[in-house]
Structures are given as C-alpha cells and as structure tokens.
C-alpha cells in the first residue's frame, strides 16, 4: 500500500454531491499509514449525516477491496473547497485558490460591512482567508477590524514584499494603511487598477482558500477595469431592499456578466429592522433582493437585518459575526451558500474548461 496506490483507489470514489472523485476535487487533505492501519481526512461538501455515514462506508469497502490485507480505515471529514483553475489566476496568485469580488452597485448600503463577516465567517469554519481593500473611495477594513499601522516589509528573492496584517484569523490589506486619510486623491482607472495589481503580487498572501475584494461601489470604468485585473471566481452583490439601490446592484451583475465573472448569489442587507415586540419592520422595503434573484436566476445568499449590534461591531473592529449569535447564523450560513456555489461552479468548469480565445 503506497501512497499513489491510496490515491487510486480514492480517485475511484466520487464525492455524492458534486459527483466528481476525490482525487480530481483535491479533497484529500492526509493520508497517514501505520502498518496495515489507514487514516484519511477528506474535504466533502454540507450533506446530511446519513449520506456521509454512507459515504465512509463505500470509502471502507473499496479499500478493503483493493488491499485484503489492511485492518482497519479511518475516515475523518472536512469541509471541502475545490480549486478555481484558472491559468492567469495561477500565474498572478499562485497558491491562492478562489477570489471572490464583494461589490454593490451603490455605496453605503453594507458591502463593507458583510465582506468583512463573510471574511471572517470563513475563517472561523477553518479556512485560510484573505481580504484585501480595493475600495478606494473609502478604505474601511482598517477601521472595521480595528487595525492601525503599516504593514510590514519583507524581503523576498531581491524583492521587497509587504506581508499583510492578520485578525480574527485573516489576512488583510488595506489601500487605507498606505493612504493618507485627510488627502484627496483622484483616481484613474489605471492607477486604481496598477494599486491593485500591487496588492496582489507585492503581498505574502502565501496560501489561501479565499481571497476577497471589498470592491469600489458603482460600475463605471474603474470598477470594470478592477474586475478586468482580479482573476475573479465569482461576484457577491450587496444591495438593500431599495429600489434605487437594487437598481444599481442589476448593473453590477450586468458588469460583471460583461468581464465574464458570474455572480455567486446577492445579499440582500438592512432587509429588515426587528421591534422590541418581535414584529419586523422593512425600513427600507421589502423583498428586492429576492425578485432580483429570481429576474436574474442567481442566489439570494441571505436576507440581513439591520441592528446596532452589526453597526457597532463594524465601529468598534470587532466583526457581529463573532459576538453576535443571530450574525454567526446568518453569516455562516451565506459563508456556507458561497462555499457550495463555488464548488459547483468550478467543478462545472472542470468539466467544460474556459474557451481561451486569443486575440
Ligand atoms: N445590517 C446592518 N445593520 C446596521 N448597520 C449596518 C448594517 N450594514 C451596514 N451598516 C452600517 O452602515 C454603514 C455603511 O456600511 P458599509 O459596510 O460601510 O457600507 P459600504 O461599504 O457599502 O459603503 C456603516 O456605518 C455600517 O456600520
Ligand atoms: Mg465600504
């Protein structure tokens, strides 16, 4: 029994949700052999317990199969994220295996705030996350996650590189730590765009599952030429229930469609106020996240109330998603939504590889 062997045998063995093997998923996260003894971890999507408990047993059965010889297998279970492969993404981001652009239509209505949850909603569920602030009208993570300073430098090959700063278990970098907040700085596509490129190469982001882009709201030409330099996965578009904001969110979508980026689903934020006797208020409307998901046929990733609890998490830089318990719910389950559409997502692509068109 080797480890090639091993792998054979897994790369028999498809993973019930997404219907593809565990080898090609990149799901196998260890083998471990002792003697005739054998322990796996592998990743695997959300399902429920009786599919993974039937799941270990055909692993079992194929492996006592394959090697009369072995005592006994041990399966252990992870949550699984598969790689988005992507050959610009691999040669500007190597090691990092999905980015993910958080965009709105209109400012202020939350996407900071969420990308910051969602950041950290995924690190608490064991992945390495990253976050960089591309939002150049107005850097926020700095204040959100209560950091100040600057980043470090380090020395790479001959090259000077930045290493990020680190909270709540993520990687964050900021325009804001590099700007000076009391000066005005117009910014060109290309400048905002070249900033940008400079995150990514001139960062030890070293390896993560997910890299996120709090982007610049609107979708002018600054925004297209940013989702033209991030070799995105997949879009999330925050809006509020409100019409004129969710006018706005439509043509991020739109945008996004252009550049080839899907959108992973919208969240829809503010959606709701709860009154002290439990009755809900929609302050700002009701219900345009959800027809934009269904005009559009993509998720609605969650519906987020609007409280103190998140306003003040953000003001203080201590994300609601760790001291909040109704927060931890709704962002890890939109963490969770995210997960299961991009697996899908880049298993579709596997399957049927972009069409590269040279021109
Ligand atoms: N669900 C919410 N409940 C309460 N306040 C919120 C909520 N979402 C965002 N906010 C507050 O609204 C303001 C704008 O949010 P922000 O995340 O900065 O928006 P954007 O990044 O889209 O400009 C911030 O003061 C933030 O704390
Ligand atoms: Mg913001």
Redesign the pocket.
């Known amino acids: 029994m080797t480890e090639d062997k091993i792998k054979e045998v897994l790369s028999k063995i498809k993973e019930p949700e997404l219907n593809v093997d565990f080898v090609k998923l990149g799901f196998v996260n260890s083998i471990s052999l002792n003697g005739n003894d054998l322990k796996l971890t592998l990743g695997i999507s959300e399902l429920p317990e009786n599919v993974r408990s039937e799941t270990i047993e055909s692993i079992k059965n194929e492996f006592k199969k394959s090697f009369p010889e072995i005592k006994s297998v041990e399966v252990a279970f992870v949550q699984g994220i598969t790689e988005h492969i992507n050959e610009k993404k691999s040669s500007v981001l190597p090691g990092i295996k999905n980015t993910i652009a958080i965009a ?1 239509g ?10 910051v949850n969602i950041a950290v909603a995924l690190a608490e569920k064991g992945f390495k996350v990253g976050l960089i602030d591309a ?1 150049i009208y ?1 850097p ?1 993570i700095p204040l ?1 996650f209560d950091l100040k300073g600057k980043p470090g430098i380090t020395k790479v090959g001959d090259k000077n590189k930045l290493v990020p700063m680190e909270k709540y278990g993520v990687k964050v970098m900021s325009i804001g730590f590099l700007m000076d907040a009391n000066t005005a700085v117009v910014w060109r596509g290309p400048m905002a765009s070249s900033a940008l490129k400079q995150f990514m190469a001139d960062v030890v982001w070293g390896d993560l599952d997910f890299l996120l882009f ?1 982007m610049p ?1 609107g979708t002018g030409d600054i925004q297209l030429t940013l989702s033209q330099t991030i070799p995105l996965t997949g879009a999330v578009i ?1 809006s509020t229930p409100q019409e004129i904001s969710i006018a706005d969110a439509k043509k991020g979508y739109i945008m996004f469609e252009k550049v080839n980026v899907p959108t992973l689903g919208i969240i829809e ?2 959606s709701y106020y709860i009154n002290p006797d439990g009755s809900k208020e929609f302050i700002f409307g009701k219900d345009g996240g959800r027809k934009m998901a269904e005009e559009f046929k993509v998720n609605l990733l969650g519906e ?5 609890r ?2 003040a ?3 203080e830089g201590k994300p609601s998603v760790l001291t909040d318990k109704d927060s931890e719910e709704i962002f890890g389950k939109i963490a969770s939504d995210i997960i299961k559409e991009i697996n899908k997502k880049n298993t579709e692509r596997v399957n049927t590889p972009d069409v590269v068109i040279e021109i």
């Open positions: 709105s209109k400012g202020g209505v939350g996407k900071s705030t969420v990308a939002d107005g926020s959100m709090d709201p925050v934020n503010m987020i109330p609007i409280n103190t998140i306003r998490g953000g003001d």
